[in-house]
């Protein structure tokens, strides 16, 4: 295998995923907006292969990646929210011949979502999301920020509150357009569960993932490149009430299922301010 080429384009994966848990079934309101920026560390210096052999980079090569990322959701009706999401990353693919950096903004994403049924006096609610996903950087630089191409998802999110906490569980999928790698499919996979810690505190837990499909070959170099994998990841968190409904999160999140895919850990910072 020729280990020279992939771990970005999963750690844009995982920035995404981490702050998913803000973008859940619930309706923002109307002419109400949630704004959430989010900051995340990620490293790796292993990966496994398609057969889940786990392996190092080689020639004590270690990928890294900072993202800041504001998300956005403001309802349009009571039912329907606009989303966005703007990230931008730093990432970094180093060993003892190469020391490649790259910073650049990622894929931006806008589309709408739509609560389709709330039951349970209020308390439940089931809702679809569709986004467009725009790619907003140059393609030729390495580690890159993902594929350079166009791409859409679709998603059904189920989420509910009752005093003692929340959760919510979400799965859709997600197209890529275009000539450069190909039409690539992927399936998208959240679980999360939220505890209240008295007024001020929340505890949350979280499982995500990504399954790729079309066949590549692993190269941590230029993570971008991967177009074939699976990675399942486990996220802690910690909640401190600002003020009102606005809230910190500090978090830790470690790979726990890969196949093609670097395996990495990291932290992540993130806020939610209602207004």
């Not at 490293?43 to 956005?72: E, V």
């Not at 950096?101 to 609610?125: C, H, M, R």
Request: net charge positive.
């Amino acid at each position: 295998m020729n280990v020279k080429k992939l771990n970005l384009l999963v750690f844009c994966a995982l920035s995404l995923f981490s702050i998913e848990a803000i973008a859940s079934g619930f309706p923002v309101g109307k002419h109400k907006t949630l704004l959430s920026p989010y900051f995340s560390y990620f490293a790796a210096k292993n990966y496994r292969d398609l057969s889940g052999n786990k392996m190092s980079y080689g020639n004590n090569g270690r990928f890294s990646s900072f993202t800041a990322q504001i998300y956005l959701e403001h309802g349009l009706t009571n039912r329907l929210d606009l989303v966005a999401k703007i990230p931008f990353s730093f990432s970094r693919y180093q060993d003892d011949f190469v020391n490649n950096t790259n910073s650049a903004p990622a894929d931006v994403e806008i589309g709408l979502k739509y609560n389709l049924l709330k039951f349970n006096k209020e308390q439940y609610f089931f809702s679809t999301q569709v986004l467009a996903s725009i790619p907003a950087y140059a393609k030729n630089r390495n580690p890159a920020t993902g594929y350079g191409q166009f791409g859409s998802e679709l998603k059904f999110m189920l989420s509910g509150s009752e005093k003692i906490g929340y959760f919510n569980i979400e799965g859709g999928y997600r197209q890529y357009f275009g000539n450069r790698v190909g039409k690539v499919g992927q399936l998208t996979y959240i679980a999360t569960s939220g505890l209240h810690l008295g007024k001020n505190h929340q505890l949350m837990g979280e499982l995500s993932g990504v399954s790729s499909f079309k066949s590549s070959l692993f190269t941590p170099e230029n993570p971008a490149s991967n177009t074939e994998f699976t990675f399942v990841k486990a996220n802690l968190a910690i909640g401190q009430r600002v003020w009102k409904e606005n809230w910190i999160f500090l978090g830790v999140f470690h790979d726990i299922l890969n196949k093609n895919s670097g395996i990495g850990q990291g932290g992540t910072l993130t806020g939610i301010f209602r207004f």
